[in-house]
């Protein structure tokens, strides 16, 4: 889990207001009471998808974001193993003591604020890099190709 998701408000420094703006599409998104719980969201959603993504998607992404969220993406080093998008939901919801599907709901709302930042060609890329199961967890539908 990354170490800043629960430090205390009084704690935390001022966000920047691209980081504000996704944390309000996310609140609205994801239905949350406050801009706390969408941070919140925002931080342990970012840093599970930081363990999963290389390369120049992972740049590119990163790049896209507002500071604060390319900062907790970036702060996490790759898993060697990649998870599919339900064990991504499932390991996000064991780091967090979630219900898995809480977890889902907070995937959804997040990645949906990702996308619009990236861009479509982007979440393209990016869901060419991911195991199967992601397309879902962005909006999209789950393209397999016929044997």
Known sequence: MISDARVPL?????YGTAYEQMLEKVRYEGAY???????????LVLAGLGRQLVGDERVDLAASLPLE?????TAQVPDIE?????????DLA?????????????TG???SAVAAHAGPDLVTRILGRLPTG???LFGRAELVSAA
């Open 33 to 43: 009471p406050t801009r706390e719980r969408a941070d919140e969201a925002v931080r």
């Open 134 to 136: 992601y397309a879902l």
């Open 69 to 73: 969220a390319a900062r907790v993406l």
């Open 94 to 106: 064991a780091r967090t003591g979630a219900s898995p599907a809480a977890a889902r709901w907070d």
């Open 82 to 90: 990649p998870l599919t998008g339900w064990a991504f939901v499932k």
């Open 109 to 111: 709302s997040v990645f």
């Open 10 to 14: 009084e704690h935390r420094q001022p």
